[in-house]
C-alpha cells in the first residue's frame, strides 16, 4: 500500500498507527491516479485474497464513498496463468485418470486466469467441445494466511474505532471468508449453475452451460463451452445480425427475472461473464459468486423502488421503518426528506440515464445519520444492478433497461403486492396454521400426559375441551377454515367486479 500511496484507509481507521507511520514515511509520493486507483493497484499487487477484498469493498459505497467505491469495482480479478503442466496434473489428481484418458484433446494455455482459478478449452471424447476450469496451486493455503491477517485489521478497528461497528468489518471479513470457501470448492460452482439453469429452463433470452458431472470434482469443474460474443462489444452484435437493444430488454428480463421472481442471481455479471450466443440469447459463464434475496426482502424491495419511482417519498421512508431497516426512535417525516434529496436528482435526469443502482447506493450512504443496520444481501444486489446498468448502456446509450422491464415489473409488482396478492399471502398464513395444528394436538396430547403425571394441573373441563377438539377437529379448525373461505371469495370478488 505504500508503495502505491494508497495507506490512506489505514490511516483514516487509525488502524495500527505506529506501523502506518513507519510505512507513510518511506511510501512514494505524487503517484497517478485518484485515491481507489492506487488502492485497486495495490491490493492487486497484494494477491488473491486481497483482489477479493476489494470486490466486496466495491459493494460498499456507505462505507467507502461513491466514487472509491466505484474505483475499487474496475478491479480485475485477473492474474497470470499458472502453467498448463500444473493444471493437467491437478485434474489428472482429481479423477485418478491420464488426460488422455478424458479427453481428446486438452488446451495447455488459458483462456481465462483469476484469483483463485484459471480456464482451460477442452474436447471430450464424444467429441463435445467444454471448458475446464482448475484451482491454482497451493491456493488454500494462501488464502488461510491472507485472512488470519484481514480478521487481525477486523479486529484493530472494531477496537479502535468503535464507531465503525455497525459497519460489521468483522462481518465484512467473514463474508470474504464464506465466499472464499465456498469458491474454492468447485463443485458449490457447478450446483449453483445448476440452480439457475433449472430456472430459466425453455426461457427465450437467457441460458446456461450444461454441466459435465463426471468431469466435475472439488478443484474442477467441466461445463458446456459457450460460443458467443461478449455483451459489451455492440459491433460484433450488430455484425451478427442481433438488435443492441433487443439484447438490452433480454439482459434487463433476465436481471429481474433473477432477482424478483426467484431470488437468486448471478453477482459477477462483467461483460467478460455474458456472452450472445447465435440464437439471439444471452448465456452466462462463472457462476463462484452468487446472491440471494428471501421472499420477504423481493417484497420490501419491490414496494420500496415503486414507492421512489411514483415520488411517493413517504411511503419510500415508512417500508424502512416497518422492515426494521432503520431504527423505531428515528424520524419519519426526517428520513421522508432523505428520501426526497436522494431520489430527485436521480429520477430528474433523462430517462436513459435513471440508475435504479444509484439510488440504491445512495440511500446506503445515509446509514450512518439514521443508525440504519448494513443489509449485506441488498449491497450485493446493488453491486450487481450497478454493473448490469453500466453494461447495458454501453450496449444501447439510449436505452434504460428497468424501462425495457417495465411490463414485467409492473406485473410481478401486481401479483406481488396487489390486493389479491395480500389476500393470498393471508390464506398462506391461515393454511400453514391449518397444516401445523397436528403438531399442536400432538403437543397437547404430551402436555396433557405431563398433566397426568401431576407435573402441570390444569381445570378438568379444560383437558376435557382440549381432547373434544383434538378428536374432532374442533372448533379451531373450523374457525381457521371459515376464514380462509371467507378471504377466497373476498379474492373473487376483487378480482372480477
Known amino acids: 500500500m505504500a508503495r502505491h500511496d494508497a495507506l490512506f484507509p489505514l490511516e483514516y481507521l487509525n488502524v495500527a498507527p505506529m506501523i502506518v507511520a ?54 480485475q480479478d485477473r492474474l497470470p496463468p499458472f502453467p498448463g503442466a500444473e493444471a493437467r496434473a491437478a485434474i489428472e489428481t482429481e479423477f485418478d485418470e491420464t488426460i488422455d484418458e478424458m479427453f481428446q484433446s486438452f488446451d495447455d ?96 433470452d437467457f441460458v446456461v452451460p450444461t454441466i459435465d458431472w463426471g468431469r466435475t470434482g472439488q478443484r474442477v469443474l467441466t461445463t458446456e463451452r459457450i460460443h458467443g460474443i461478449s455483451i459489451d ?30 431470488g437468486f442471481f448471478h453477482a459477477d455479471v462483467h461483460p467478460g461473464n455474458l456472452f450472445v450466443i447465435e440464437t439471439g440469447q444471452i448465456a452466462a459463464v462463472d457462476f463462484g459468486i452468487m446472491g440471494r434475496v428471501d421472499i420477504r426482502t423481493r417484497r420490501i424491495l419491490g414496494e420500496m423502488l415503486l414507492a421512489f419511482l411514483t415520488r411517493d417519498y413517504r411511503r419510500a421512508a415508512e417500508i424502512h421503518f416497518e422492515a426494521g431497516w432503520v431504527p423505531a426512535d428515528q424520524s419519519v417525516d426526517v428520513f421522508t426528506q432523505a428520501c426526497r434529496s436522494i431520489a430527485e436528482p436521480i429520477l430528474d435526469k433523462p430517462q436513459n440515464e435513471i440508475s435504479i443502482a444509484r439510488l440504491l447506493g445512495q440511500l446506503f450512504q445515509i446509514t450512518e445519520a439514521f443508525q440504519m443496520e448494513t443489509q449485506p444481501q441488498l449491497l450485493l444486489l446493488q453491486k450487481t444492478m450497478l454493473v448490469a446498468e453500466g453494461t447495458a448502456r454501453t450496449l444501447s446509450p439510449d436505452t434504460n433497461m428497468w424501462m425495457l422491464a417495465k411490463p414485467m415489473i409492473e406485473a410481478w409488482m401486481e401479483e406481488t403486492l396487489g390486493p389479491e396478492a395480500r389476500i393470498r399471502v393471508a390464506v398462506e398464513g391461515i393454511a400453514d396454521a391449518v397444516d401445523k395444528l397436528p403438531r399442536m394436538l400432538e403437543g397437547i396430547e404430551e402436555t396433557s400426559a405431563m398433566i ?43 378480482k372480477f367486479s
Open 22 to 75: 513507519i510505512a507513510r514515511r518511506v511510501s512514494k509520493r505524487d503517484v497517478p491516479g485518484r485515491p481507489g486507483q492506487r488502492l485497486a493497484t495495490a491490493l492487486n499487487e497484494a494477491g488473491p485474497s486481497f483482489i477479493k477484498l476489494g470486490q466486496i469493498l466495491a459493494t460498499r459505497s456507505d462505507l467507502l464513498g461513491e466514487e472509491l467505491a466505484k474505483d475499487l469495482s474496475d478491479l
Open 109 to 204: 494455455v488459458a483462456v481465462a486466469a483469476a484469483s483463485i482459478a484459471q480456464v482451460h478449452f477442452a474436447v471430450t471424447k464424444d467429441d463435445r467441445e467444454v471448458a475446464v476450469k482448475v484451482l491454482r496451486p497451493d491456493i488454500e493455503e494462501a488464502f488461510a494466511r491472507d485472512l488470519d491477517l484481514l480478521h487481525w485489521i477486523a479486529d484493530l478497528v472494531e477496537r479502535a474505532r468503535p464507531e465503525f461497528r455497525r459497519l460489521k468489518p468483522r462481518a465484512i471479513v467473514e463474508t470474504l471468508s464464506a465466499t472464499v470457501e465456498l469458491e474454492m470448492d468447485l463443485r458449490f460452482e457447478a450446483a449453483a449453475a445448476e440452480e439457475l439453469s433449472e430456472n430459466f429452463e425453455g426461457d427465450e
Open 233 to 262: 462489444d455492440r459491433a460484433a452484435i450488430e455484425a451478427a445480425g442481433h438488435d443492441p437493444v433487443e439484447i438490452t430488454a433480454k439482459a434487463a428480463r433476465a436481471t429481474f427475472k433473477q432477482i424478483f421472481r426467484d
Open 452 to 494: 397426568s403425571g401431576g407435573r402441570v394441573r390444569l381445570h378438568p373441563e379444560t383437558i376435557a375441551q382440549l381432547r373434544r377438539d383434538s378428536a374432532g377437529g374442533g372448533g379451531i379448525v373450523q374457525s381457521l377454515w371459515f376464514f380462509a373461505i371467507l378471504l377466497l371469495i373476498i379474492v373473487v370478488v376483487v
